[in-house]
T-cell receptor
Framework: AQKVTQAQTEISVVEKEDVTLDCVYETRDTTYYLFWYKQPPSGELVFLIRRNSFDEQNEISGRYSWNFQKSTSSFNFTITASQVVDSAVYFCALSGAGSGYGGSQGNLIFGKGTKLSVKP | KAGVTQTPRYLIKTRGQQVTLSCSPISGHRSVSWYQQTPGQGLQFLFEYFSETQRNKGNFPGRFSGRQFSNSRSEMNVSTLELGDSALYLC????????????FGQGTRLTVV
C-alpha cells in the first residue's frame, strides 16, 4: 500500500528561524514522484516541487530546499530564514503510479499536512 | 493565463439532496482530478479524467460521480448527501496524466446540514 506520513501536525517558529518539515513515504513502486504543496488560508494548493524516484539530488530554490533520501524513504522540506508569509499548511504527496489504468499519475496520495505558523 | 476555476466557491445543502460542482481547467489542460479535503481524513483522491474518460477512481461510494466534457471542463456530482460529505472539494488540472505537476483551484466548500 502507498502511504505518506507527516508526523508533525503543527510547528510554530519565530521569523528568521530555519524550519524543517518531515515527510516519510511508503510505496512498492520503483518509479514514483514526490511532491510538496503549500495551502494558504485561501484554500488552493500551490505546487512547490516534484521529484522523481530516480533523482536523489537535493534541490534548493531560494529559501526552500528539499532533501530526498530513498534509503530512509524520506523527502524533507526546509525553509531557511522563515517569514510570516510562509505560514500555511504544507502537504507532502506521492504519485499513485501503478495504481491501474496504465500508471496514471493524476492520483496523488497526500500526507495529513503540517501547519506552519511563523510569528513576527 | 487563467488558473483553475471552481464554481461555486461555497454551497450549503440539506441531507438527502444532490449537488453538482464544476471545474474549468487551465486552458490547454486535458486532465482533471478531484480531491476531497476534510479535517479528519485529509486530502483524498476522488477521480481523474482525461479526454472525457475516467482514468482512475478513489475509494468513494457510488454516490460520488463525475464526468468530463469535450472542452475538458469537469463536473462532479454527489447524490443523497450525508453530513460527512461536508468538505472542501478541490479540482486539479494538468496537461495530461503523465504530467505530474498539477495546478489546483481554490475549491468548493460544501456544507451539508
Amino acid at each position: 500500500a502507498q502511504k505518506v506520513t507527516q508526523a508533525q501536525t503543527e510547528i510554530s517558529v519565530v521569523e528568521k528561524e530555519d524550519v524543517t518539515l518531515d515527510c516519510v513515504y511508503e510505496t512498492r513502486d520503483t518509479t514514483y514522484y514526490l511532491f510538496w504543496y503549500k495551502q494558504p488560508p485561501s484554500g488552493e494548493l500551490v505546487f512547490l516541487i516534484r521529484r522523481n524516484s530516480f533523482d536523489e539530488q537535493n534541490e534548493i530554490s531560494g529559501r526552500y530546499s528539499w532533501n530526498f533520501q530513498k534509503s530512509t524513504s524520506s523527502f524533507n522540506f526546509t525553509i531557511t530564514a522563515s517569514q510570516v508569509v510562509d505560514s500555511a499548511v504544507y502537504f507532502c504527496a506521492l504519485s499513485g503510479a501503478g495504481s491501474g489504468y496504465g500508471g496514471s499519475q493524476g492520483n496523488l496520495i497526500f500526507g495529513k499536512g503540517t501547519k506552519l505558523s511563523v510569528k513576527p | 493565463k487563467a488558473g483553475v476555476t471552481q464554481t461555486p466557491r461555497y454551497l450549503i445543502k440539506t441531507r438527502g439532496q444532490q449537488v453538482t460542482l464544476s471545474c474549468s481547467p487551465i486552458s490547454g489542460h486535458r486532465s482533471v482530478s478531484w480531491y476531497q479535503q476534510t479535517p479528519g481524513q485529509g486530502l483524498q483522491f476522488l477521480f481523474e479524467y482525461f479526454s472525457e474518460t475516467q482514468r482512475n477512481k478513489g475509494n468513494f461510494p457510488g454516490r460520488f460521480s463525475g464526468r468530463q466534457f469535450s472542452n475538458s471542463r469537469s463536473e462532479m456530482n454527489v447524490s443523497t448527501l450525508e453530513l460527512g460529505d461536508s468538505a472542501l472539494y478541490l479540482c486539479a488540472s494538468s496537461l495530461d496524466p503523465r504530467r505530474t505537476e498539477a495546478f489546483f483551484g481554490q475549491g468548493t466548500r460544501l456544507t451539508v446540514v
